[in-house]
């Protein structure tokens, strides 16, 4: 992000804050139309991670015969390994911290969103039947 585009970022959040504090809810469209008239587009920059965003998608290609990866990251900006050639323990390290920190975050924010359906749940159980359908 270029330095005109970072001075922008809180606007944005603001923006976003103020959309999902009312539903919950949040659309990529209305964020990208709220940012479009102030937003500096450089088209050379973007090619570039256009062109790493792709090499990334085919280093994800590469599986071995039970359809696992081979190529990692290694938790380092556009560092990746083979893991089956790799003879450097510390990245292949790296890319099982990697991977490693990548999944607790996911599990941690699944833990939450699924604390948020159970109680969800547990409040439309606790509203009694007839009232439910008054409501509606």
Request: aromatic fraction near 6%.
């Amino acid at each position: 992000m270029n330095k005109i585009n970072s001075a922008l970022a809180p606007q944005i959040r603001r923006h976003i804050e103020s959309i999902k504090s009312n539903t919950g809810l949040l659309n990529v469209a209305e964020c990208v139309d709220y940012l479009r008239d102030d937003y500096y587009f450089d088209a050379d920059a973007a090619k570039e991670r256009e062109m790493a965003r792709y090499v990334r998608q085919i280093y994800s290609t590469f599986r071995d015969s039970e359809g696992d990866r081979i190529i990692l990251a290694t938790g380092r900006s556009g560092e990746f390994i083979d893991r089956e050639i790799c003879k450097d323990s510390d990245k292949l390290r790296s890319a099982i911290l990697s991977m490693t920190e990548m999944r607790d975050g996911l599990n941690r924010t699944i833990r939450k969103a699924q604390r948020q359906v159970d109680g969800q749940i547990s409040l439309f159980e606790q509203i009694p039947h007839s009232s439910m359908h008054a409501a509606l």
